[in-house]
């Protein structure tokens, strides 16, 4: 005798189901990242510029020695002399260096450089090959996005990165945080923990398991809680309004 339960308990596959093979999910092809450096920059700077080595811009940075000398002239023949608006565009000289001066200084962009004084400011060289300027320009996105709106004649319309050797030939509509992140190196560091992280939104990621954020932000009174974030930087330290 059979001790397994009686035939009227089996469950019979059905013909309709057997004769339609499993359907697969189609994967989505995975979206390229692209490729931020996570750095640790010295507090001597050790990143080599085109006048010597950059700082890292913090409480103890000093203005750089004024240059003298271009040791690698750029072509500005074909540089713009006049804004999207029509209105003549500006810059101001330190040394031999040729700085950005169209809009006015925006160190509020920057989210904390270590205690860097208002009257400085960091600058690196716009390296963007299309109508080159030659300038050198603030290092924070918002200013990267006004200069290549005024100089280079940006607008929203996505275009691959055109800064000098960028290997990235995806289009891109974020070309401040691109060139912020990638060509300028910019890093931020957690406050709480000093762990370095490459990018602003990967900072935010990292402070939701961060064990000494959450108990800073635990210990504070209601309300008055603020978050502080590190932004590093390394380029040249220069006077933020015209030296002479």
């Known amino acids: 005798m059979n001790g397994g339960p009686p035939n009227e308990y089996h469950t019979q596959p059905s013909a309709t189901a057997s004769a339609e093979p499993r359907k697969r999910r189609s994967r989505q092809p995975a979206t390229r990242k692209r490729r931020r450096p996570n750095l640790?920059?010295?507090?001597?700077?050790?990143?080599?510029?085109?006048?010597g080595p950059y700082t890292l811009a913090n409480a103890s940075a000093a203005v750089m020695a004024m240059p003298v000398h271009d040791p690698k002239p750029v072509d500005i023949s074909k540089r713009r002399t006049l804004d999207p608006h029509g209105n003549p565009l500006r810059t101001r000289r330190f040394g031999v260096m040729e700085l950005d001066d169209s809009y006015p200084s925006?160190?509020?962009?920057?989210?904390?450089?270590?205690?860097?004084?208002?009257?400085?400011?960091?600058?690196?060289?716009?390296?963007?090959?299309?109508?080159?300027?030659?300038?050198?320009?603030?290092?924070?996105?918002?200013?990267?996005?006004?200069?290549?709106?005024?100089?280079?004649?940006?607008?929203?319309t996505a275009t691959p990165c055109q800064f000098e050797g960028c290997e990235d030939t995806e289009d891109?509509?974020?070309?401040?945080?691109?060139?912020e992140g990638v060509h300028f190196e910019t890093s931020y560091q957690c406050a709480y923990c000093n762990r370095h992280l490459s990018r602003g939104d990967s900072l935010s990621r990292h402070l939701r398991g961060c064990k000494p954020f959450a108990a800073s932000k635990e210990r504070a009174p209601r309300g008055a809680y603020q978050q502080a974030n590190i932004k590093l930087v390394q380029g040249y330290i220069v006077p933020a309004v015209s030296a002479t």
Not at 40 to 45: A, D, H, W
Request: one cysteine or more; aromatic letters at 12%; hydrophobic letters at 30%.
């Open 40 to 51: 640790t920059p010295t507090e001597n700077g050790s990143m080599p510029g085109k006048y």
């Open 106 to 156: 925006t160190p509020d962009n920057f989210m904390n450089l270590k205690g860097l004084s208002p009257e400085l400011t960091c600058v690196r060289s716009c390296d963007w090959t299309d109508q080159p300027c030659g300038l050198f320009i603030e290092m924070d996105k918002t200013s990267i996005d006004g200069h290549l709106w005024y100089w280079h004649g940006l607008k929203t």
């Open 172 to 179: 891109m509509k974020h070309w401040g945080c691109h060139i």
